[in-house]
């Protein structure tokens, strides 16, 4: 592990995406920006006339649509631009310009729900029977019809739209504090070499078989987290504010039904997934003595978390292994599935690298009318080549959905986009299991299917339920301090990982570098989509082409029906805890089957 970081313009062309695809210069993205921006104007002038008739509110939608694939498509370009060196002030400028003017839209164009709303369901029904072309629409409109006890007059409407850029200033002022200005010590590593901690270096870190290094990396980097305390406190509490002010304004219980009820899913869906966990942690209790006793040490530390519990077998991926791996993996999908992967990859739609100044972790980012985009940091380990398989799993679902769908038709929600990235992680493993040279091989891919689970279903509802809890508590009028967030993501780590783990006090700090609790209760649907793809996975090994054909009928369907209906096409029915419960098994499975490889 080398100690600087290349500069953006270090690395290899290769290595990194191709944005041209989408402007050949960010002259092009500023002026399809301000083309959206003058289509407003022309949908503005429709104001009060949208449902006249249904030649009128077809248009109108027409407009509408070309206006928001224009500045969708600008906002790809500048923020993709940014996150690749967020050091890059001209970049930050241009993604700045960018939010601006889509805040001036959205104010412009606040007028259309309304209108649509007073207008109602018959009236629209009847639209359809005059112009069935407007049936193009039918699932935005619906959607918004569904909305109805949520949306308010044209007035309010455009007061909440100008209020958008305010309220993305806690997840932007987060970004640029975690990743352009917060610096972190070096450590020495297993070699004796300098290296400098970044968010990017730190989970490798905490996978070195040498206890120093991990103990040391833990904590100088949650303590120079800590050392910002209370200015992440101040941006979290922020977040749940303006998510508590949307709340009051759309007349919604709670943040939490608020945010559930806008991707059309029933809140009993995460309240059941957080039932059948805590019915289940006797299980990660066991997950987690089977690690004490393959590390062989006296006590569990939270810093011991990361590394592999087969300390003599270490392996190095290049990515162009990694890539070959996932295309064999996937190949139970169909030549038409790995085909647009082998295009993906030759096409450059892929960022691999950590660079100065680049946002850490990974993304898929779809562009419609283009392709889809994926951000790694490629630093070649397995998790690595995971988080390839993951990050092209999104991209696939993306790339199915733009192109046999509209626009709009195709943004598939929040509640399925893990899906299709996790049933790709689960057939990779089931792969590389079947394929493994050795013991220890197996054992250490054992290990990283465990770390899955634990990772996935049992630390994405963990934090699902660091989430309610926190805005439970604003709610109920409790500042939300540094120590108030501290005590309350400690408490529960301590429960989640039980008796036999340390909880080092400076694993509360942990909430500080989560970016996902910027989302909007995102994350507890990872464990929810973790849940359905080892269903979906095993199912399409077991039965082949009799369910990969339906999978992708679903991976095709956009947001044509609610989430859960979705899903069902896939065969699985997230209205029970069955598929949790039955993950669960699955976890409970292979930890018996390392336990008695390792007895």
Not at 127 to 137: G, H, I, R, T
Not at 316 to 335: D, F, M, N, Q
Not at 413 to 434: G, Q
Request: aromatic residues 12%.
């Amino acid at each position: 592990m080398e100690n600087a970081l290349p500069k953006r313009n270090e690395v290899p062309v290769e290595l990194t995406w191709n944005l041209s695809d989408i402007y050949k210069s960010d002259a092009e993205c500023e002026k399809e920006a301000n083309e959206a921006l003058s289509l407003a104007d022309e949908l503005a002038a429709k104001a009060g006339h949208v449902c006249e008739n249904a030649e009128s509110l077809y248009k109108t939608m027409k407009l509408y649509e070309e206006i928001s694939r224009k500045i969708m498509r600008a906002y790809n370009y500048a923020s993709m631009s940014s996150d690749v060196d967020t050091a890059d002030q001209a970049h930050q400028s241009l993604r700045g310009k960018i939010e601006t003017t889509s805040v001036a839209i959205n104010e412009k164009s606040a007028f259309l729900e309304p209108e649509i709303l007073a207008a109602g369901e018959g009236k629209i029904d009847a639209f359809y029977n005059e112009l069935p072309d407007l049936k193009y629409f039918k699932v935005t409109l619906d959607e918004i019809l569904r909305l109805a006890p949520h949306t308010l007059s044209r007035e309010m409407e455009e007061v909440l739209a100008l209020a958008d850029d305010m309220a993305g200033t806690p997840y932007n002022a987060f970004n640029m504090l975690a990743d352009a200005d917060l610096k972190f010590p070096s450590i020495k590593d297993e070699e004796g070499n300098e290296v400098t901690i970044t968010n990017g270096r730190f989970v490798p870190l905490e996978m070195s078989h040498d206890r120093r290094v991990r103990k040391e990396a833990f904590e100088k980097y949650y303590n120079t987290y800590g050392s910002f305390r209370n200015t992440w406190a101040s941006l979290y509490y922020g977040q749940v504010k303006q998510q508590m002010f949307y709340t009051k304004m759309r007349k919604y219980p709670s943040d939490f039904e608020a945010a559930v009820n806008r991707v059309n899913v029933s809140p009993d869906v995460c309240r059941n997934l957080i039932a059948s966990v805590h019915d289940n942690i006797e299980k990660m209790y066991r997950y987690v003595r089977l690690r004490k006793k393959l590390l062989k040490v006296d006590e569990l530390h939270m810093y011991d978390v990361y590394t592999p519990m087969i300390s003599d077998y270490t392996p190095h991926y290049t990515i162009e292994e990694a890539k070959e791996l996932v295309l064999k993996a996937l190949a139970p999908l169909g030549s038409d599935y790995t085909d647009v992967l082998k295009k993906a990859f030759v096409e450059r739609w892929v960022d691999v690298v950590e660079n100065e100044g680049k946002r850490g972790g990974a993304y898929s980012e779809g562009v419609y009318g283009v392709h889809p985009y994926v951000l790694l940091n490629f630093n070649g380990t397995l998790d690595d080549v995971f988080t390839l398989a993951h990050e092209m799993g999104h991209s696939m679902h993306s790339y199915l959905s733009d192109n046999n769908l509209s626009f709009f038709d195709s943004n598939y929600k929040i509640f399925v986009a893990e899906v299709a990235s996790t049933t790709n992680e689960v057939l990779l493993l089931e792969y590389m299991l079947k394929r493994a040279q050795s013991e220890n091989e197996k054992l250490f891919l054992l290990n990283h299917y465990l770390e899955s689970f634990k990772g996935t279903l049992f630390r994405q509802t963990m934090f699902g339920e660091f989430e309610m809890k926190t805005n439970e508590l604003a709610e109920a009028g409790t500042p939300l301090t540094a120590e108030v967030l501290t005590k309350t993501y400690y408490d529960l780590n301590k429960f989640y990982f039980g008796p036999d783990m340390v909880s080092d006090e400076l694993i509360g700090n942990e909430w500080m570098r989560i970016p996902h609790f910027y989302y909007d209760f995102y994350v507890y649907q990872y464990a929810t989509s973790f849940s359905a793809a080892v269903a979906i996975a095993h199912r399409i090994l077991d039965e082949g082409e009799a369910v990969v054909k339906p999978y992708k009928q679903f991976l095709s369907s956009g947001c044509t029906k609610d989430p859960v209906s979705l899903l069902k096409i896939a065969g699985v029915d997230m209205t029970t805890r069955e598929p949790v419960d039955s993950a669960l098994k699955v976890f409970e499975e292979v930890i018996a089957e390392m336990e008695n490889l390792t007895k």
